[in-house]
Antibody, heavy 121, light 106 residues
Framework: EVQLVESGGGLVQPGGSLRLSCAAS????????MTWVRQAPGKGLEWVSV?????????YYADSVKGRFTISRDNSENTVSLHVRSLRPEDTAIYYC?????????????WGQGIPLTVSS | DIQMTQSPSSLSASVGDRVTITCRAS??????LNWYHQKPGKAPQLLMY???TLQSGVPSRFSGSGSGTDFTLTISSLQPEDFATYFC?????????FGQGTKLDI
């Protein structure tokens, strides 16, 4: 059974940093386009970042987080992480980890339950 | 970046109605378009990918069409469990972007 479980969220002061983790089971993260999506309170979905499958470790980011967030993958632990730095109040959101499959584009077929991150002093 | 615009932003309908939601891309994205729905307090769920391919387990009352810049999601006969917020999502080029959502309520 495919499962994604996020952890590491919480309350952080502006300018702070945190590491969000996503533990995967039932499949291999290195074979999929692992993705982070966030949702600010009462708002829509915002695509944040993706790490491509395979050995290239290609990574891409939304303009709003580029240079501050880093996505990575640990194949031995079968986990994906999002290191978030220089946090701003507008980064407050529920962060979802999702599994991406490539069929004429990447579609997100499994999602975690989400982990809240609050940036506030 | 590619902008995705959904219409309408909200929609009221009844059980049994036929409903269509539209998504427009700011440039051509071929058929690199997915649809999700989300219920309050829950993670999004994939409905459709590659514009018109139904995700496994999704009821056949859902259908998708379109290519280039204009796409539609149709629900042929609304069921109570379909009242949710619907999002389109392009993965033609990074940054992949979502539409702003269409809230479907009773």
């Amino acid at each position: 059974e495919v499962q994604l479980v996020e952890s590491g969220g919480g309350l952080v002061q502006p300018g702070g940093s945190l590491r969000l983790s996503c533990a995967a089971s039932g499949f291999t993260v290195s074979s999929h386009y692992m993705t982070w999506v966030r949702q600010a309170p009462g708002k829509g979905l915002e695509w944040v970042s993706v790490i491509f499958s395979g050995g290239g470790y290609n990574t891409y980011y939304a303009d709003s987080v580029k240079g501050r967030f880093t996505i990575s993958r640990d194949n031995s632990e079968n986990t994906v992480s999002l290191h978030v730095r220089s946090l701003r109040p507008e980064d407050t959101a529920i962060y979802y980890c999702a599994r991406g499959k490539w069929v004429q584009g990447v579609h997100l077929d499994y999602w975690g339950q989400g982990i809240p991150l609050t940036v506030s002093s | 970046d590619i902008q995705m615009t959904q219409s309408p932003s909200s929609l009221s309908a009844s059980v049994g109605d036929r409903v269509t939601i539209t998504c427009r891309a700011s440039q051509s994205i071929s058929t690199f378009l997915n649809w999700y729905h989300q219920k309050p307090g829950k993670a999004p769920q994939l409905l459709m990918y590659a514009a018109s391919t139904l995700q496994s387990g999704v009821p056949s009352r859902f259908s998708g069409s379109g290519s280039g810049t204009d796409f539609t999601l149709t629900i042929s006969s609304l069921q109570p469990e379909d009242f949710a917020t619907y999002f389109c999502h392009q993965t033609y080029t990074t940054p992949y972007t979502f539409g702003q959502g269409t809230k479907l309520d009773i």
